[in-house]
Each structure stands twice: as structure tokens, then as C-alpha cells.
């Protein structure tokens, strides 16, 4: 189906143009509308999107979604993603390699945790649902095996990509493979993919839209560090007197920070869905509770907010 606005090619069951984001049911502009109106023999007017289709996003409207998720959870949130800083926090103050590194190794599969519960929770304020740390945590969970052989597969590569950029030509595809496969925690979580899959699919989403997903991200992560700079500036202060409260103090900031990433990913992961599948929030609630499609509408916002 060609957008009657940009001319860009989309699928036939896409309800939005993944290029311009406008709906492709409305025809305004298209050639011989003057002799042939919508519903005419030659020019049929398209199906009408399903009544609870999810509508894409600016963005502006990311932004201004992203924070508006975070201050309607944010109790939820920082119960989610506090317990994934304790590992760090104790690894400042312990001595000893071993006990470094394995705390550190597990501070790494906690934030793997809670970047996936944080998506599980989103998903579930987007159905009006009630958001509870525990149960985000059961379903991230759930798929806690899948969720941990893509992670080694995407650091693996993104190790190598890392060695590689020392030779200059290792750091676009670096970049290339973070941007393309960043979207497997919510494949793993919300759609139920499975190892390797779950990274094919974030491959399938980005795939002709890696440019605006890049640019998208980096506002995010600028949006994040930013935070985070402000955030620490209390703790940088506070460790010239005492280092380990100073530490403390830093990852507190760090733990109000998070979300934010976590969410808009998430948010950017359905904007590109709602872009080229038409997602609706009767498959959206299908996939997260493992159930088939089908049956009435879901009820729930169109857009996040």
C-alpha cells in the first residue's frame, strides 16, 4: 500500500505510513479524487483501522509520553529498577577481584532484569492495567532464559564491534548493530521470542527506519546522561569527605535516571510497530499474556497518555 502524502511503500495491513506516520486510510490528494470520490468503483475507500489501533508517535510526543509514564509509575519504576543498583553499590566497597567481578557480573543480569520488567510494566499501564513491581518481575522472568542467551549474543558481538572500532572500521558496524538488535528485551518479553528470534525481530522493526531509530535513541541518551550529570553532582560532592557515601549518593541518582531510558525504549519499540504492523492494543494484550488473538477490542489508551 503506497501513503497517498509521502509515496512511500508500506505493508497492505498497515494502518499508518512508517515513513510520515499519517493514516493511510485517508486519501486527501490522490489522483482522480475530483472524478472518482472514496467509495467510487475505480477508487475504493481503504477499511477503516481497527477501533483500537495505537496511533504513532512524534518526537515530541515521545518525550513528553516517556515522562508522563514515569510520573503515573513512578513508585512501581523505582521499586523496579532500585534492587538492580545494589550489586554495583556493593562491589564499590568490597575488596577483593572474585568478589568483584561476580558482583559485578550480577549487577549486569539485574539491569538485563529490570530493563525488561521496566518494558513489561510499560505494556501494561499502555492496556490500563495495574503497574506492580513484582508482577513486572514475573514476567520478565518468565522469559529469563531467552532474555539472557540474546543478551550474550548481542554483547558477544557487541565485544567484538568494540575491538574492531580500535581499527576505525569497527565503529560503524558497531553503532549499526547496537541500533538494529537494541529492541530484543522487548521482543523477548512482550512478544515471547525466543533466542536468536528475538534479535532477528528487533532487526525486522528497525529495518528502514535505522536512521530515525538512531536519532531517536540518541536524544534519549543524551536525555539520560544529562540527567544522570545533574543527578551525580550532589554525590561528587558529598565523596570528597566520605567515598562510600558518596557512592551511595550517586547511585540514588542513578536510580531515578534509569526509567527514563527504559521507557522510552519501550516506547520507541511501539511506535515502530504501530508505524508498520498497525498494532492494536487487542494484539498487544494477546502477546504479553501468551493468549490467542481475538475477541473485542482491548481498552485502553490509543497513545500512552
Not at 131 to 138: H, K, R
Request: with cysteine.
Amino acid at each position: 500500500m503506497d501513503c497517498p502524502h509521502c509515496g512511500s511503500s508500506n505493508v497492505e495491513q498497515a494502518a499508518f505510513c512508517s515513513n510520515c506516520g499519517k493514516a493511510l486510510s485517508a486519501q486527501e490528494g490522490a489522483p482522480g479524487e475530483h472524478f472518482f470520490p472514496a467509495g467510487g468503483p475505480f477508487f475504493p475507500a481503504p477499511p477503516a483501522p481497527p477501533p483500537d489501533v495505537i496511533l504513532p508517535s512524534t518526537l515530541g510526543q515521545l518525550l513528553s509520553h516517556t515522562l508522563g509514564v514515569y510520573q503515573k509509575t513512578f513508585g512501581p519504576m523505582l521499586r523496579i529498577v532500585t534492587p538492580a543498583q545494589i550489586p554495583f553499590l556493593v562491589a564499590s566497597v568490597v575488596n577483593g577481584d572474585t568478589a568483584m567481578l561476580a558482583l559485578t557480573l550480577m549487577g549486569l543480569f539485574s539491569l538485563l532484569l529490570a530493563s525488561a520488567a521496566v518494558a513489561y510494566a510499560v505494556v501494561q499501564f499502555y492496556l490500563g492495567r495495574k503497574v506492580s513491581a513484582s508482577g513486572s518481575y514475573i514476567g520478565a522472568l518468565n522469559n529469563g532464559v531467552s532474555l539472557l542467551v540474546n543478551a550474550l549474543i548481542f554483547f558477544g558481538v557487541v565485544f567484538g564491534g568494540v575491538m574492531l572500532s580500535l581499527l576505525i572500521v569497527g565503529i560503524p558496524i558497531l553503532v549499526f548493530v547496537v541500533v538494529a538488535w537494541f529492541f530484543y528485551v522487548q521482543a523477548v518479553v512482550i512478544e515471547g521470542r525466543g533466542p536468536v528470534e528475538a534479535l532477528r525481530r528487533s532487526w525486522e522493526l528497525v529495518r528502514g527506519n535505522w536512521w530515525r531509530t538512531f536519532r531517536l535513541g540518541l536524544v534519549f541518551l543524551l536525555l539520560v546522561l544529562a540527567g544522570g550529570f545533574l543527578l551525580s553532582l550532589p554525590g561528587w560532592a558529598v565523596g570528597r569527605a566520605n567515598t562510600t557515601l558518596g557512592d551511595l549518593v550517586m547511585t540514588l541518582g542513578g536510580v531515578f535516571v534509569a526509567p527514563i531510558g527504559y521507557i522510552g525504549a519501550t516506547l520507541i519499540y511501539l511506535d515502530l510497530r504501530a508505524r508498520k504492523e498497525g498494532l492494536t492494543l487487542s494484539r498487544l494484550a494477546s502477546e504479553l499474556d501468551g493468549a490467542p488473538q481475538g475477541g473485542p477490542p482491548a481498552e485502553g489508551p490509543r497513545r500512552p497518555l
